[in-house]
């Protein structure tokens, strides 16, 4: 075998080689193909997806803003109740001081 036939030889395998791989790749993508139905659906179920983000990131929105009320509401009602609690200790001690009166002017 001489140069010029090891030269085409090489080339010929070469080029099979080219044309089988070409040929491979051609029938991965034919049997691979999406089709628009499927590419729709997918567009569908992104767009779902989205809109339930949506409504989850304003359900959080939602209970945050509504903790903070509780939770201003809550401090208000123990500041009130702390409040009516001194009110109480404070009347209770004024009945105390009005029968301890009492008693001493009807022991008198």
Known sequence: MNRIEFIVATAIILFVAFCMGWFTNWLVH?????????????????????????????????LQQREAELTNQLAQTEAELSAAMEGLRDARHEAEEMRAYVERISAN
């Open 30 to 62: 034919r049997f691979r193909r999406v089709s628009q139905s499927d590419v729709d659906q997918l567009d569908r179920m992104a767009q779902e997806l989205h809109e339930a983000e949506e409504t989850r990131d304003q359900a959080i929105t939602y």
